[in-house]
């Protein structure tokens, strides 16, 4: 049976993620995630294993848990607006790392910004390294379109 330690919980997906039997279910509804761990007669502890905060642990059959639920706020991407993460476990993180390597050379903090707009916005930056010098509408210059908008190979990227 698995025990649920709602004080340390970051809602992150990690235990939804590994659960063979699917025991574990998470759902996002306005600007809330919500993981329910249903009762669990798996002998497997991958769900212990994988998290990262250490809220999970297995017990016996005979200290047997009801049912847990557990609701997080999902974090804002500050530039699209789209929800991404658990407001925890973005603070789990920024606790871990160095506030150094947290922002960028611009001031952006990466960590509050949707994984979508980091890869947006380092195709940008690699754009400008690469590619010095030539307009933003040439298509030599667009990474989409280098990475496989017009189906070419990864190898070929190499080319350009």
Same mark, same amino acid.
């Given at each position: 049976?698995?025990?649920?330690?709602?004080?340390?919980?970051?809602?992150?997906?990690?235990?939804?993620?590994?659960?063979?039997?699917?025991?574990?279910?998470?759902?996002?509804?306005?600007?809330?995630?919500?993981?329910?761990?249903?009762?669990?007669? #798996? #002998?497997?502890?991958?769900?212990?294993?994988?998290?990262?905060?250490?809220?999970?642990?297995?017990?016996?059959?005979?200290? $047997?848990?009801?049912?847990?639920?557990?609701?997080?706020?999902?974090?804002?991407?500050? !530039?699209?607006?789209?929800?991404? $993460?658990?407001?925890?476990?973005?603070?789990?993180? #920024?606790?871990?790392?160095?506030?150094?390597?947290?922002?960028?050379?611009?001031?952006? #903090?990466?960590?509050? !910004?949707?994984?979508?707009?980091?890869?947006?916005?380092?195709?940008?930056?690699?754009?400008?390294?690469?590619?010095?010098?030539?307009?933003?509408?040439?298509?030599?210059?667009?990474?989409?379109?280098?990475?496989?908008?017009?189906?070419?190979?990864?190898?070929?990227?190499?080319?350009?």
């Amino acid at each position: 049976m698995i025990r649920v330690d709602s004080s340390l919980c970051l809602g992150c997906r990690s235990c939804f993620n590994v659960c063979p039997s699917q025991n574990i279910i998470r759902s996002e509804a306005n600007g809330r995630a919500t993981v329910h761990w249903k009762s669990c007669n #798996e #002998e497997c502890d991958l769900c212990v294993k994988m998290c990262p905060s250490k809220a999970l642990s297995l017990v016996s059959g005979d200290e $047997a848990e009801p049912p847990c639920e557990l609701s997080f706020d999902l974090a804002v991407c500050k !530039i699209c607006g789209s929800l991404y $993460a658990t407001e925890p476990m973005l603070e789990w993180i #920024e606790s871990i790392l160095p506030e150094k390597i947290q922002k960028d050379t611009a001031g952006l #903090e990466w960590i509050r !910004i949707c994984p979508e707009c980091r890869r947006n916005k380092e195709a940008e930056s690699l754009t400008r390294l690469v590619l010095p010098g030539r307009r933003k509408e040439d298509w030599r210059c667009s990474w989409l379109f280098i990475a496989g908008k017009r189906g070419l190979h990864p190898e070929r990227m190499k080319l350009l």
